[in-house]
Nanobody
Framework: QVQLVESGGGLVQPGGSLRLSCVVS????????MGWYRQAPGKQRELVAQ???????NYAESVKGRFTISRDNAKNTVYLQMNSLKSEDTAVYYC???????????????????WGQGTLVTVSS
């Protein structure tokens, strides 16, 4: 069974930094896209940043220039470096991974998707 284990959330003051990590465990052929979403109280879940297999990156406008997503394929891990944090960044952050279970899934572009359990980031003085 493929699982994601997230870490790195916590309480930080405005202007501070945090680094989230998400490790993929389980048997897979390869990973396609990896990303981070967040959900604030009373709001819908939104995309924060995504990094496809070609290492291009996509960011929500609200985090551009402050957050950086990266991945270590050897460790099946994705990171989210968050700098200059603001109170409006407070949310539960979820890791999302699209992967190919077997080689033939990759050949036909059939991916599966898995979510992490979420890690709380609170930005407050």
């Amino acid at each position: 069974q493929v699982q994601l284990v997230e870490s790195g959330g916590g309480l930080v003051q405005p202007g501070g930094s945090l680094r989230l990590s998400c490790v993929v465990s389980g048997s897979i052929f390869s990973i396609d896209a990896m990303g981070w979403y967040r959900q604030a109280p009373g709001k819908q879940r939104e995309l924060v940043a995504q990094i496809p297999s070609d290492d291009s990156t996509n960011y929500a406008e609200s985090v551009k220039g402050r957050f950086t997503i990266s991945r270590d394929n050897a460790k099946n891990t994705v990171y989210l470096q968050m700098n200059s944090l603001k109170s409006e960044d407070t949310a539960v952050y979820y890791c999302n991974v699209r992967y190919y279970r077997y080689k033939w899934d990759a050949a036909v572009g059939r991916f599966l998707e898995v979510w992490g359990q979420g890690t709380l980031v609170t930005v407050s003085s």
